[in-house]
């Protein structure tokens, strides 16, 4: 388990109020008006309820690395992450972070204006003014030193990141990270994890940002890669 948090501090969103939830496996730091511990939990609980049932009938929703085929019974949330597969090349536990981000986050939404909901690097944002992200890739220049800076949406957005060198997340890539901009939390996690998984060295960043572009949903890209870095899409890297 990945458990060096300190990025955390780093993102901190003026006016709201900071708290972090944790049920089994899933830790959460939220942003919110107010203090939603319990209704957040509640949320957390119902989607790993949908999922983790869902794996006990189908296990193969657990352990595959391919897409999965649409299901006509399952659960919105279920859905959701098949889709996030088939339309990124992975499996549908690719996008769980994300997902489970975005869903607690909707439900906070109806007690809060503006609500960020942080999954192991993995954000469900939506926020009235523009927001810039802390990026954490250890050992690179761009570390704690560099930000990654989105102009306001009128729509929450997710904001996703998976390393091959940092972390517990399953990657078969060496990028120090992958960051990927969506208007769908799950469709960034499983973008995110597939571009990382094409990084090998810093010669492969541009076929992986070409292979970003062609997913649909995807409207931003990061890749580090050492000192290298490469950049596409609705937004823009600032020092800090």
């Known amino acids: 388990m990945f458990n060096n948090r300190t990025y955390r501090r780093h993102h901190k969103k003026k006016d709201l109020i900071s708290f972090d939830i944790t049920v089994k496996e899933t830790n959460l730091n939220i942003q919110t008006h107010a203090d939603l511990t319990d209704t957040a939990i509640k949320a957390v609980l119902r989607c790993r309820n949908y999922i983790e049932t869902y794996i006990k009938l189908y296990p193969e929703f657990a352990t ?9 019974t399952a659960p919105k949330i279920i859905k959701e992450m098949i ?8 499996g549908p536990m690719a996008s769980v972070a ?10 906070l939404l109806p007690f ?8 192991g690097g993995d954000i469900f944002i939506k926020s009235d003014s523009k927001t ?5 890739a250890e050992n690179t220049p761009f570390s704690m030193a560099c930000g990654i800076l989105v102009e306001k ?4 957005y997710g904001i996703c990141t998976s390393s091959g060198t940092i ?11 992958v960051t990927v901009l969506s208007e769908s939390c799950s469709i960034a996690d499983a973008a995110a994890t597939a571009l990382a998984n094409k ?34 899409g609705n937004l823009k890297l600032v020092k800090l």
């Open 132 to 136: 810039t992200f802390t990026v954490y």
């Open 167 to 177: 972390g517990h997340s399953k990657s078969f890539g060496k990028a120090d990270a």
């Open 199 to 232: 990084v090998q060295s810093k010669d492969d960043i541009q076929k992986a940002i070409d292979a970003g572009t062609a997913m649909s949903g995807v409207d931003g890209i990061v890749i580090i890669v050492g000192e290298n870095i490469g950049l596409w």
């Open 112 to 119: 809060s204006r503006e609500v960020v909901v942080e999954n």
């Open 83 to 90: 889709k996030a597969g088939q339309l990124t090349g992975t």
């Open 64 to 72: 595959s690395l391919l897409p999965l085929k649409e299901s006509d």
């Open 98 to 107: 994300g997902v489970v981000a975005e869903y607690t986050g909707k439900a």
């Open 153 to 156: 949406h009128n729509t929450p």
